[in-house]
């Protein structure tokens, strides 16, 4: 993934260094995009067609959050559009975006198809 966002380096700066503590969500759910959000957020997020972010967990190991399982969203009953970057946020809806990152492929969506992340297909790194 591409980064973090600027809501997550200044909860983490914070944490770290300023003295106030960041309670990390007991749940984290993963979004498409038709268009990338950037550190500041945004983006446009699929909508419709029986799409709904979806939970993951992840797993870090060696500088690196990955996650465990595979993540599969609804078959689509119209068209999402073409899917160009994906995003971890805090909340079901709304909330804040966490991280973020364009797909190494991007992939249009049909009514009718299933979009699915495989197990460790995200890769979350600090650098």
Same mark, same amino acid.
């Given at each position: 993934?591409?980064?973090?966002? +600027?809501?997550?380096?200044?909860?983490?700066? /914070?944490? #770290?260094?300023?003295?106030?503590?960041?309670?990390?969500?007991?749940?984290?759910?993963?979004? &498409?995009?038709?268009?990338?959000?950037? +550190? %500041?957020?945004?983006?446009?997020?699929?909508?419709?067609?029986?799409?709904?972010?979806?939970?993951?967990?992840?797993?870090? *190991?060696?500088?690196?959050? %990955? /996650?465990? *399982?595979?993540?599969?969203?609804?078959?689509? =009953?119209?068209?999402?559009?073409? #899917?160009?970057? #994906?995003?971890? &946020? +805090?909340? @079901?809806?709304?909330?804040? &975006? &966490?991280?973020?990152?364009?797909?190494? @492929?991007?992939?249009?969506?049909? @009514?009718?198809? #299933?979009?699915?992340?495989?197990? *460790?297909?995200?890769?979350?790194?600090? =650098?």
């Amino acid at each position: 993934m591409a980064g973090f966002s +600027d809501y997550l380096e200044t909860a983490v700066l /914070n944490h #770290v260094f300023g003295g106030s503590s960041y309670s990390a969500p007991s749940t984290l759910y993963v979004a &498409l995009y038709t268009a990338a959000p950037s +550190d %500041s957020g945004g983006g446009t997020e699929v909508s419709g067609g029986a799409y709904a972010r979806q939970t993951g967990a992840f797993t870090v *190991s060696g500088g690196t959050a %990955s /996650n465990t *399982s595979a993540i599969e969203y609804a078959t689509a =009953t119209a068209n999402y559009g073409t #899917v160009v970057a #994906v995003g971890v &946020l +805090d909340a @079901s809806s709304g909330g804040n &975006l &966490l991280a973020y990152g364009t797909l190494t @492929s991007s992939k249009t969506v049909s @009514s009718g198809d #299933v979009f699915r992340f495989n197990a *460790s297909a995200l890769d979350i790194t600090l =650098t």
